[in-house]
């Protein structure tokens, strides 16, 4: 592993008496694509959210690119872009003003900004429809809108909460090959997702979390082989059970 | 604080206020229907052309040892249709009804109105034994018609009932004078509520407010905006720049339609420019209302329902309507903020007070306070209980 830019150590999160991330360590490498794995309910989306600095840890540190989080949080949010699982937009603003809407709230300058902004819309496939507003969006049109916003500034570090929920399997590769270029240039990607086959075809490493606790980490052809298992999708399986879990 | 971030959320809330209807009408439309239904109902405007004139009349002469002269005379005035006599006791309440503009002149029949027209009965051919004198007619400068009409009507009665049908060219003993015009400030009912307006409209910004904040707090806008670089005190500085934004739009479009509707302040520029100036402070004061109203709130849908908490005190007590309330209503007005707006707005359009005046200054203290307390309140509450 190359040097690390995300660094967790002992973190937990507690809500009242709920222990939603329990002792979690991790290290993630520069330019790497790290997909965190886990059922509904597992602490994926509450570890997402400690680490940008969204949510105040109980107890345990998480630095980002050598910055406390929770102490530097205004110089870590300058290196990170996010994309939440719920896709906030506005939806009486059109695709592209939202988009300039967080470049602008990124401070991205002016007269780079609408250039980026087009080539993101037209990468993601909503360039003909940037001009309308996002109410009159389908779903997986404002999911794609909703990477774009968090992408807009060329973040060093990308956290994507479940970026392909309910897409069609084109909007799924169109978001993949984005993925994928941002890797390719470099950047770091931490994505959560419930589509074992995303995560096996595009990550570098998984770590699979379950009630709030790292229970593996490894490539997926590492843990496929540690498990001895035919996909990523069995070795889940054999981790945390069979059984359904409900919505966190 | 950068500028850009500043810029950018202000400007996505101009959008906002242009392209949601509900918001539109809440902010915008509706204040202007508003001044027009109040402004045709209550104003100058709408009512048919008038084609009668009220004459105040203050009969002096009532008690004299020739009556009869003086009843002839407010018996002729009253047969001609054209003319409404009302009777006065006094001079004082003719000219105070004269400077509000309820009656176009006040006529004044002299003490020896009576003898007068006795003498000149008895000694028509000399007008050594006459005994001269003049009728005070006071009118009301503002009306061209009633100057150029009353008079000679009221001196061609006065001529009949002397001479009767056929002397008018005679000399007379007794002349219709016009000690001066009086300058009248005709005020419909409108012109008291068109101040209260201007509050009456600023106040729903608490809705709209505290609306924005819940809805983007469910949707996760407010946490996703978090995880950019902008500060909590850039986006309440947005916020505040917004809502003063369309708190003077709501001023110049009320002021406009109040105007159009016969609404007619005599004021100088100076006093404009500090009526601005308070909606602007004024607006901070609802933006305060909106973000304690978030915070109380769970859902969008409640905090509509919760800004009325600080919305009806505000509009009862504070506005236009206030002035029809109980004095302990009128007295407990005095605790909203909305009272000094109104004040304010009706000492500089309605009283004429220059902007240095203690009133106003007064009002201005008052709205400064309240308004920054209101929004500071509001800021730390939300800051600590809104956001989750």
Redesign the interface.
């Known amino acids: 592993m190359g040097k690390p830019i995300v660094m967790v150590e002992n973190l937990v999160k507690k809500f009242e008496d709920v222990t939603a991330v329990d002792n979690l360590s991790l290290q993630i490498a520069k330019g790497e694509l790290f997909g965190l794995l886990g059922p509904n309910g597992a602490g994926k989306t509450t570890t997402i959210n400690v680490l940008c600095g969204l949510l105040k840890p109980t107890s345990g540190l998480v630095i980002i690119n050598g910055l406390d989080v929770q102490r530097e949080a205004a110089k870590v949010k300058e290196l990170i872009g996010v994309c939440p699982q719920d896709t906030p937009v506005y939806n009486y603003l059109t695709g592209r003003e939202n988009a300039e809407l967080f470049g602008n709230l990124y401070g991205v300058p002016e007269e780079k900004l609408k250039d980026d902004v087009d080539a993101l819309l037209r990468r993601i496939g909503l360039a003909e429809d940037a001009d309308r507003r996002v109410g009159q969006y389908s779903g997986g049109m404002k999911r794609r809108l909703s990477l774009v916003m968090a992408l807009v500034h060329d973040p060093e570090i990308a956290f994507l909460d479940e970026p392909t929920v309910g897409m069609d399997p084109q909007s799924r590769h169109a978001i993949w090959d984005l993925i994928l270029d941002l890797k390719k240039r470099g950047k770091t990607i931490v994505l959560t997702t419930h589509y074992m086959e995303e995560a096996e075809n595009i990550c570098d490493r998984v770590g699979v979390i379950d009630h709030g606790k790292l229970i593996t980490l490894g490539s997926p052809a590492e843990l496929i082989r540690q498990y001895e298992s035919k996909n990523l999708e069995e070795v889940f399986i054999r981790l945390t059970g069979r059984k359904i879990r409900e919505d966190a | 604080m ?1 500028l ?2 500043i ?3 202000v ?2 809330d101009m ?2 206020l242009l ?2 209807p509900a918001l539109l009408f809440l902010l915008i439309l509706f204040p202007i229907m508003l001044t027009l239904v109040f402004g045709f109902s209550f104003g100058a405007i709408g009512g048919a052309q008038q084609t009668t004139f009220q004459i105040g009349l203050v009969n002096m002469n009532a008690e004299s040892l020739y009556p009869q002269y003086a009843q002839n005379f407010i018996a002729n005035l009253t047969s001609i249709q054209m003319l409404k006599i009302q009777v006065y006791s006094d001079n004082e309440t003719a000219q105070l009804d004269l400077v509000q503009g309820k009656i176009q002149a006040v006529l004044i029949i002299p003490e020896d109105f009576g003898e007068s027209c006795h003498a000149f009965q008895a000694a028509p051919n000399d007008p050594a034994k006459w005994i001269n004198i003049t009728i005070p007619l006071y009118l009301d400068s503002g009306s061209m018609l009633a100057t150029q009409v009353i008079p000679p009507v009221i001196q061609q009665i006065l001529a009949t009932t002397i001479y009767g049908n056929k002397q008018a060219a005679f000399p007379q003993p007794i002349h219709l004078g016009i000690p001066s015009l009086v300058g009248v400030s005709k005020r419909t009912a409108f012109d008291y509520m068109a101040p209260g307006l201007f509050a009456y409209a600023s106040i729903f910004l608490t809705i709209t407010v505290a609306q924005s904040f819940t809805s ?1 707090r469910e ?3 407010l ?9 909590a005190t850039e986006f309440m500085i947005s916020q505040a720049f917004s809502n003063m934004i369309i708190g003077v739009i709501q001023a110049i479009l009320i002021f406009v339609t109040a105007y159009a509707v016969g609404f007619r302040p005599e004021v100088e520029a100076s006093s404009m420019m500090l009526a601005f100036v308070i909606m602007l402070i004024f607006s901070l004061c609802n933006v305060g209302f909106g973000l304690i109203t978030a915070t109380l709130a769970k859902s969008s849908s409640a905090a509509t329902g919760i800004a009325f908490i600080f919305i009806l005190p505000q509009m009862f007590l504070g506005t236009f309507v206030g002035a029809a309330l109980s004095s302990i209503a009128q007295v407990a007005g005095h605790f909203v903020p909305s009272y000094y707006v109104t004040d304010a707005f009706t000492s500089l359009l309605l009283r004429k007070a220059s902007i240095t005046s203690p009133t106003v200054l007064l009002d201005l203290a008052t709205i400064s306070f309240s308004s920054l307390t209101v929004l500071a309140f509001g800021v730390l509450l939300f800051r600590k209980y809104g956001k989750a």
């Open positions: 950068k850009q971030r810029t950018a959320l400007g996505k959008k906002k392209r949601e983007d949707n996760g806008m946490r996703r905006i978090n995880t950019t670089p902008t500060t």
